[in-house]
């Protein structure tokens, strides 16, 4: 994590938030989850919303969750349909974090993607 690394930030986030292996502490997690998505890591964006809906953030985890989802990450487009079923997040969000979901989807397809898919079922 020293050295910047996005992947030692993300499990060391993990491992401090929960206690696995360490002594947990949450705040030095949430600190190395937030260095691992200020660098792009969708997952851990993802889960800097998880724990601000775990706090009752819950306008502050839909805009974690709106990144993520508009990075691909169909978890994050997933908990701010169901918050925005709890009425924690607009139908305007929704939609914004639906059509960014789909962008991020369309770019990653190719045809070369395609036929290996297709090679690999």
Known sequence: AELGSIDAHCRLGAMYY????VQEDQPRGIRHCQQAAMKGDVESRHNLGVTEYNKGNFELAVQH???SAEMGYEDSLN?????????HATKAQYAEALLGYRDAVEETKSPQREEAKRLTN
């Open 18 to 21: 929960n206690g696995d292996v």
């Open 65 to 67: 969750w709106m990144i």
């Open 79 to 87: 908990y701010i349909k169901d918050v925005f079923k709890e009425g």
